[in-house]
């Protein structure tokens, strides 16, 4: 049977709702800490990467009027919103100096009822109530200063323990300080669990720049930028620690065996923590393995991002996290990453999604790639003749015209226009001016256009109407089910359905009646039939500025 626990109500801080003045614009938010003329506030629907720092000054408790407005905002939020200590306070619930009186209150002395939790239920609410604060404002990362976004669980040395509060090795049981929004009840109870989740709170609560000094080539994180300095002069870790899987140009991702390289790997996963917040971080990276983008010069690699990936996944998921640096981010290295974990599906055989939940830049970006792939598979199968060719010319008997879709359509050509002579200005982003041989195009084209698809050989059709004048009409027709569809984008059916439904292409419907017939003779009732055209794909492709593919196919090393 669960044991059960008699505690107060966790807080996260102070759920009223102030008004924050920014740049003369004011925000609602919710007070979670205050520290001398200070407060750390989180914006009302918004991240939590944007919480931070304001004077005391900008912030003013909000009328009866916005707080209503607030709070109703916040109704409509997902209920993982309650959850991150976003909703409003309710009536009669503690605030933080009760909670602090009753988890310093003798036991035998008369304290509020509350509720009887599980141990687990106790264990989320006070992981919780740690990971509220980021316990590090900014980290330097090589020659980068980067704002973190997220609480990450860097242990704490023993002086930074024994300063805080929190038990350690030496001193299981100290509490002569407290960590803010924590009560000692908690930490006496799961003392384990403070020191390992507390890393960094006391020196974030004590200084207003708390910095964290990871090294860029081996991740091991410093608490002094002396000792940083020190490390780097001596370190002489040039790549990451496994093996090429992919190569363009001087951009590699490296797949690295988390049982192999334990500490490399932790030591990843903490510093990526720090811009990822929904997921759950394992020190026994044992059972993931870890692919890794970087950038070479003539010294070096440089890391741009990664994601992760469980061995055996029993739900086929094909990612665990991702994470692309805050430097690097808006320059496509993301939707690479996202493209190579589902050609590692493909190549398995399987059929891959991410794990679940995402986060809101993780829907968005998993989004754009759904809709993508989608769009591109409808514009080659919704075209009588490949984008790059513009007529076909038959001498002697007809000839077929499924016969062009041998050629590749060509990169500068994947929106579906006319290849244009004229000098376009060079982008700063992609791969521009490199040379792509004969045999890598063919090879591209191959896999694309899998020939052996039944999208291809059985439900692709296309129908030729003769005209008055002697020539011809030819239009593609493909009576196919979202089955189909996902099957030939290697895509999950819920993925391409909640895709092809964001972006409007399930709209359009019109009755159909089949020509079956039942067994009886009586026919089939009438069906909506879901109308995909050309034109509604190329309005979405418009619309939703969709790209050709980062990742090139010829240039898998598996």
Known sequence: MPKTFHVPEPTGGDKEVYVVTKDGVEQHAHVLDRRGEEAYVHYVNTDKRLDEWVPARDVRPAGDHEAGMASNGTSRKRKRGSEDGEGPRRPGSPARSDVDEASTRPENEQGPPTAPITEEEHDVQFQRQITAKRNFDKVIFGRWQIKTWYFSPYPLSEVEADDAGTPSAHTPHSSSAKLSGVSRSAIRTHGRTSELLAGGLGRSHATQHSTLWVCDRCFKYMAEGLSWELHIKKCTRRSPPGRKVYQRGAHIIWEVDGAKEKLYCQNLSLFGKLFIDIKTLFFDCDNFLFYILTDADSQRDHVLGFFSKEKVSYDDYNLACIVVLPPYQKKG??????????????????????????????????????????????????????????????????????????????????????????????????????????????????????????????????????????????????????????????????????????????????????????????????????????????????QRDVKRMCMDLAHVLL
């Open 333 to 542: 290295y993301g939707m690479l990453l996202i493209e190579f974990s589902y050609e590692l599906s493909r190549r398995a055989g399987k059929v891959g999604t991410p794990e679940r939940p995402l986060s809101d830049l993780g829907l968005r970006s998993y989004l754009t790639y759904w809709i993508s792939t989608l769009v591109r598979f409808f514009r080659r199968l919704l075209s009588v003749l490949p984008p790059d060719t513009a007529q076909v010319v038959t001498t002697g008997a007809v000839g077929d015209v499924t016969d062009a879709f041998v050629q590749s359509p060509s990169r500068d050509t994947e929106d579906g226009s006319t290849a244009s002579r004229t000098k376009r200005r060079k982008s700063t982003k992609g791969w521009d001016g490199e040379e792509i041989p004969a045999a890598a195009m063919a090879l591209r084209t191959a896999q694309a256009n899998d020939t052996n698809d039944p999208m291809w050989t059985s439900l692709r059709a296309l129908e030729t109407t003769a005209k008055p004048d002697g020539s011809a009409t030819t239009h593609v027709v493909v009576r196919c089910t979202l089955a189909d569809i996902a099957r030939a984008t290697n895509l999950r059916v819920e993925d391409a359905a909640f895709a092809l439904n964001e972006c409007g292409l399930l709209v359009r419907r019109r009755k159909q009646t089949p020509a079956e017939a039942r067994s009886d003779g009586s026919p089939l009732e009438t069906e909506d039939v879901v109308v995909v055209t050309r034109e509604m794909v190329e309005a979405v492709a418009k």
